[in-house]
T-cell receptor
């Protein structure tokens, strides 16, 4: 597609429920990133996928968070047993994956998650 | 620990005025520094990128500077417009794979008519 798309755009859930957030990267981009942006806070790295390599999960805040990338394209971020502190905007970005560290990342519009 | 600090946290200016946003970093080993603009409700969009050897980079009315010795960068906005109202995020990249970006907390700029 023309850009990175994310769905849903907004999600309201009850504490303790599981949620799935979806990211469709730009076609041909082999690198995919998930970030979290809490209200008034900066961007927090969560997880990074590069091609068929094992993902870098070093940013995941707890074992309730997991992500998959199927077929090297679409990615799903899953949050189990959601807590109120999980409320944030979850941003996905993709990049070509060939330009080395710091190549341009293109961000999606984000999913606004509110845990009641 | 890699850190990126931005100042001011928020700024209000009148349309047509200039402003300068600051970014200090401790990321090492340094690869490059980017400034992103994030409109409310949207994802960040890259404005400029500078490597170690570059001192300045312009993108229209946006001019970024980099002093790799003092580990400081600035983003200067000339003749501000209402559409410049956004958050401006400084992002520094280190020379290693994976979690390669360190994000600053951003400066929230509001341009008033």
């Amino acid at each position: 597609g023309a850009g990175v798309s994310q769905s849903p755009s907004n999600k309201v859930t009850e504490k303790g429920k599981d949620v799935e957030l979806r990211c469709d990267p730009i076609s041909g981009h082999t690198a995919l990133y998930w970030y979290r942006q809490s209200l008034g806070q900066g961007l927090e790295f969560l997880i990074y996928f590069q091609g068929n390599s094992a993902p870098d999960k070093s940013g995941l805040p707890s074992d309730r968070f997991s992500a998959e990338r199927t077929g090297g394209s679409v990615s799903t971020l899953t949050i189990q047993r959601t807590q109120q502190e999980d409320s944030a905007v979850y941003l996905c970005a993709s990049s070509l994956g060939v330009g080395g560290p710091g190549e341009t990342q293109y961000f999606g519009p984000g999913t606004r998650l509110l845990v009641l | 620990k890699n850190q990126v600090e931005q100042s001011p946290q928020s700024l209000i200016i009148l349309e047509g005025k200039n402003c300068t946003l600051q970014c200090n970093y401790t990321v090492s080993p340094f690869s490059n520094l980017r400034w992103y603009k994030q409109d409310t409700g949207r994802g960040p969009v890259s404005l400029t990128i500078m490597t170690f050897s570059e001192n300045t980079k312009s993108n229209g009315r946006y001019t970024a500077t980099l002093d790799a010795d003092t580990k400081q960068s600035s983003l200067h906005i000339t003749a501000s417009q209402l559409s410049d109202s956004a958050s401006y995020i400084c992002v520094v990249s280190a020379m290693h794979a994976g979690n390669m970006l360190t994000f600053g907390g951003g400066t929230r700029l509001m341009v008033k008519p």
